[in-house]
């Protein structure tokens, strides 16, 4: 079983709408949650961290659910920017050490 | 400005070569790592490294070598044993083992395109 799941996509959305991504992460020892955007050919960036308490940076809202494992990002009117892979990354306890751990990515295409 | 230098950004290799991928922070970070990426797949970890003369093995370690003499330095070998090298190399950065809670984001380099011709 992977660590870090995501589905793959993609999903294809009108610009306007509004398109959540899930991931669920196994190592229930996990510290830091975060959201990455990775555009086509280039390095990820850190799009938000993530907190149990929710957190919400102008259209996009990330939420924490420690007792499901679950990691969820909401992106509320679509801009044809936002089209690109979106990654979910955990700090994964492994020996002592938090390995960041990612899923394979959701890749999202906002369409006019 | 504080940051992450891979170098070079395009390298080609011919079968049977050694080739290094160069990382470079300045960020004061303990931890660093290196990522490999194929086309349409998730980032999987090759070498991480917590501290200053000590690294550990990732999911895909083999065919790679790693050292970290210096707080700011990981540079990355490709050897000849590495079947299938042709991939997007990304470094990365972050506080490290001190720093475990939500403040430990993880920083990357621009990646390094390696090709074998």
């Known amino acids: 079983r992977k660590e870090v799941e995501q589905d793959p996509g993609p999903f294809n959305v009108p610009e306007g709408a509004t398109v959540a991504f899930n991931c669920t992460y196994s190592n229930s020892a996990s510290q830091s949650f975060f959201w990455y955007r990775q555009d086509c050919r280039k390095e990820p960036k850190l799009l938000m961290s993530v907190y149990s308490s929710g957190n919400e940076d102008g259209r996009f809202t990330a939420q924490l659910n420690r007792a499901s494992q679950y990691i969820s990002l909401l992106i509320r009117d679509s801009k044809l920017s936002d089209s690109a892979t979106y990654l979910c990354v955990v700090n994964m306890a492994s020996g002592g050490s938090y390995i960041p751990t990612f899923g394979r990515g959701t890749s999202l295409i906002v369409h006019p | 400005d504080g940051g992450i230098t891979q170098s070079p950004k395009y390298l080609f290799r011919k079968e049977g070569q050694n080739v290094t991928l160069s990382c470079e922070q300045n960020?004061?970070?303990?931890?660093m790592y290196w990522y490999r990426q194929d086309p349409g797949q998730g980032l999987r970890l090759i070498y991480y490294?917590?501290?200053?003369?000590?690294?550990q093995k990732g999911d895909i370690a083999e065919g790679y070598s790693v050292s970290r003499e210096k707080k700011e330095s990981f540079p990355l070998t490709v050897t000849s044993a590495q079947k299938n090298p042709t991939a997007f190399y990304l470094c990365a950065s972050n506080p490290g083992l001190r720093y475990h809670r939500s403040g430990n984001t993880i920083y990357f380099g621009e990646g390094s395109w390696l090709t074998v011709v």
């Open positions: 960020l004061n970070h303990d931890a």
């Open positions: 490294s917590q501290i200053v003369n000590d690294f």
